[in-house]
């Protein structure tokens, strides 16, 4: 069975700490994506790698930044939390072809 | 660029009763398109595409979808809700972009309540 990790389901951080949001996936997937969903604006991309080492922005980059050091794993990264990061991250994998994205269980970040 | 409008934020109907969920989207360039589902404190699970072929697309549990390129629409349609279909849907189009990166726009989501 296909499988996406997130490290955390809920996470509580203070302004200005930096912040780590780690996703595992073992279907040896290539591309991999960061999302934030909030109420009303659906899923906005974050920044998306297709390899190892390799990333790309996506809508909304400013404030993270992302690392992809092994195949499998991808990082996201809060330099300095501030409370409109407050949201929920969704982690995402695929492979090449249209098969679709798979998906983490989210992990709801709480900025205070 | 490509987006994706649903046009509906909330549904409520319901159990037993039919539903269409509507998704518009505008793209130019070759038309991937998808439903997910998200059930409550989960991520989002695939329920069907349309990559190509037949414009009538069945999914899991019960849902198809049509596509129809004249109008830019994809709704995703359900003959007999469930209590168990409440949910968030999300209709999404693949972007342009590295070949087979499959980047995704989606829409704002569809609340679905299925009353009993």
């Known amino acids: 069975d296909v499988k996406v990790t997130q490290s955390s389901r809920y996470l509580v951080k203070r302004t200005g700490e930096k912040v780590f949001l780690e996703c595992v996936q073992d279907?040896?997937?290539?591309?991999m994506f960061w999302y934030r969903q909030d109420p009303g604006l659906g899923l906005r991309l974050i920044y998306f790698?297709?390899?190892?080492?390799?990333?790309e922005k996506g809508d909304i980059p400013e404030g993270y930044s992302v690392s992809r050091e092994k195949k499998e794993r991808f990082s996201l990264i809060l330099e300095s939390a501030s409370t409109n990061q407050t949201s929920m991250y969704l982690c995402?994998?695929?492979?090449?072809?249209?098969?679709?994205?798979?998906f983490g269980p989210g992990t709801r970040l709480t900025v205070t | 660029a490509q987006s994706v409008t649903q046009l509906d934020s909330q549904v409520p109907v319901f159990e037993e009763a039919p539903v269409e969920l509507r998704c518009n989207y505008s793209?130019?360039?070759?038309?991937?398109l998808f439903w997910y589902v998200q059930y409550p404190n989960q991520g989002l699970q695939l329920l069907l595409k349309?990559?190509?072929?037949?414009?009538l697309v069945k999914g899991i549990n019960g849902f198809e979808a049509e596509f129809n390129k004249s109008q830019t629409s994809f709704h995703l349609r359900k003959p007999s809700v469930h209590i168990s279909d409440t949910a968030e849907y999300f209709c999404?189009?693949?972007?342009?972009?590295?070949?087979?990166?499959?980047?995704?726009?989606f829409g704002q989501g569809t609340r679905l309540t299925i009353n009993p």
């Open positions: 995402a994998s695929s492979g090449t072809g249209d098969r679709g994205q798979y």
């Open positions: 279907m040896d997937h290539e591309n």
């Open positions: 790698s297709y390899d190892v080492k390799m990333k």
């Open positions: 793209s130019s360039v070759s038309v991937y």
């Open positions: 349309y990559l190509s072929g037949s414009t």
């Open positions: 999404a189009v693949r972007r342009g972009g590295i070949q087979g990166a499959q980047k995704l726009v």
